[in-house]
């Protein structure tokens, strides 16, 4: 383990952390709020440690996948402990637990929140609350990356840190691909940004809801969530981007590169597209008796299946309240996710499709024996060691899930209310159902469902192998 390499990489991050921290600061000096000096105190105290952390740069720079994955995993942690501080500095989450489930809950994209009035914080906690979102829906090392040229060491960063059965380059050069996802992620959230001006919302309620969408989070300023904003037009903008912050970005790489054919070819896309176009239409037709007109049925449909299958987590009206068959569809959603190589969570289209293919296969050889037949994806074979990793994925993510929900079960709340909590949080999706739907909150849970809720949530942001690398005795000994 090369801990030198570590400690300087760790400086950086909490140097990113300490710049991104005087954005809040600014809003709360703005509005002329008393917590900006919990943000400098924090990022004052982040800056300093980052600076002594940084202040040798070590001899040997060779890193490789285990050191990548430990990294990750603790990364993640250490933004998340020192994220939540300026929310209990302040006195506006007194519980420091509750402040760090809310901010991992941010960072990781999920938006599962301890809050029942959100609007009882600042506009300081409420622009730091949202924009943590954003840079965990393209990820804190992937912008450290665009930022430093770590050589062939970087791939071992992004591979455990961007979710999805692989990680493509865009270029040969590591850096610049993550340079040209982050330039295509802050295009495509400024874009949300002024769509949402135009339509009437104010600049600061803007930013925060497309900090939202775009790390498809879904923390929103109002208790209301989009349904505080009263406007097809504004809710409209918002289940769009939605759906578009879970394509893989490779594919608008693809469309800026003017190479049409291949971002057309792209399965997992069309498949998402499907999907979200099927379960719409049958939503809607669920829910038609619920509302007065069949353009609104399929205008709440439309922002729940997206809102859910991005794993965002917004809403406009309570749909813990329709039809069992809706809401069965909604879970089912919660499971499958967005596109591999977006920001949203969930198991992953793409390998919803490849299970499929290897099932098929499956069936195939039982018809026919002797047939030799080659997976396919895109017009590329699938090689087996990616089968073995989808595989592999799934056998860890249901016993994840299973322990998970058996320790949660301790509370003795409702079936519904515990799955659902476990599978929110694993998948980074923020609402359940029950007690944790749309209009709940998950502050009724005790300090040790917290805790395993809070490890789920980076459990599945980090697509479990790195945390699970992190516990495992074996990655600590010298070799």
């Known amino acids: 383990m090369n801990y030198p390499m570590l400690r300087y990489l760790f400086g950086l991050v909490l140097l990113i952390e300490a710049a991104f921290l005087a954005l809040p600061l600014g809003v709360s000096l703005i509005y002329g709020e008393s917590s900006g000096v919990c943000f400098l105190i924090t990022m004052a105290a982040a800056g300093i440690l980052g600076f002594v952390l940084t202040r040798f740069k070590p001899i040997r720079r060779d890193m490789y996948a285990r050191e990548g994955f430990v990294f990750t995993a603790l990364a993640w942690i250490v933004i998340s402990l020192i994220g939540a501080v300026p929310f209990t500095l302040s006195g ?103 769509l949402l001006c135009l339509g009437g919302m104010p600049l600061f309620d803007s930013l925060c809801t497309a900090f939202g969408t775009a790390g498809t989070g879904g923390f929103g300023i109002k208790n209301a969530s989009m349904g505080a904003y009263p406007s097809y037009y504004l809710q409209g903008v918002v289940a769009v981007f939605m759906v578009l912050f879970g394509v893989n970005f490779n594919v608008y790489f693809f469309l800026l590169m003017k190479k049409y054919a291949m971002a057309w070819r792209n399965t997992e896309v069309r498949v998402y597209f499907a999907i979200i176009a099927a379960s719409t239409l049958i939503i809607t037709v669920n829910i038609l008796g619920l ?127 515990t799955v659902t909590a476990v599978v929110a949080t694993l998948n980074n999706i923020g609402p359940g159902l029950s007690l944790v739907g749309p209009t709940g909150n998950f502050a009724i849970f005790s300090p040790l469902a917290k805790i395993v809720l809070t490890a789920d949530m980076l459990f599945g942001r980090l697509e479990l192998f790195p945390m699970l690398i992190l516990l495992m005795p074996s990655t600590w000994r010298k070799h």
Request: glycine residues 10%; aromatic residues 8%; charged residues 15%.
């Open 92 to 194: 506006q989450i007194p519980s420091y637990l509750d402040a760090v489930f809310e901010t991992v809950s941010g960072f990781t994209t999920t938006g599962a929140s301890i809050l029942s009035d959100v609007e009882a914080l600042d506009n300081g906690m409420l622009f730091w609350r949202s924009f943590t979102h954003w840079l965990g829906g393209m990820g804190i090392l992937v912008f450290m990356l665009a930022l430093v040229n770590m050589g062939g060491q970087a791939n071992h960063l992004l591979r455990a840190e961007s979710p999805g059965p692989t990680v493509a380059k865009m270029v040969p050069n590591m850096r610049k691909s993550a340079g040209i996802l982050y330039g295509i992620y802050i295009a495509m959230t400024a874009a949300e940004v002024v």
């Open 291 to 417: 509302f007065s007109t069949a353009l609104d049925a399929l205008h709440h449909a439309f922002f729940a299946v997206a809102s859910i299958i991005t794993t965002t987590g917004f809403s406009t009206a309570d749909f813990d309240l329709w039809p069992q068959l809706g809401r069965l569809i909604l879970v089912m959603l919660m499971v499958v996710g967005a596109c591999a190589g977006s920001t949203g969570g969930g198991v992953k289209v793409s390998r919803m499709v490849i299970l499929c293919k290897v099932l098929g296969s499956e069936l195939h050889k039982l018809l026919h024996p002797r047939s030799v037949k080659v997976l396919t994806l895109d017009g590329k074979s699938i090689s087996r060691e990616t089968i073995q990793g989808i595989q592999s994925y799934m056998t860890l993510y249901f016993l994840v899930a299973v322990v998970s929900m058996l320790l949660v079960a301790l509370d003795d709340l409702d079936f519904v209310t």
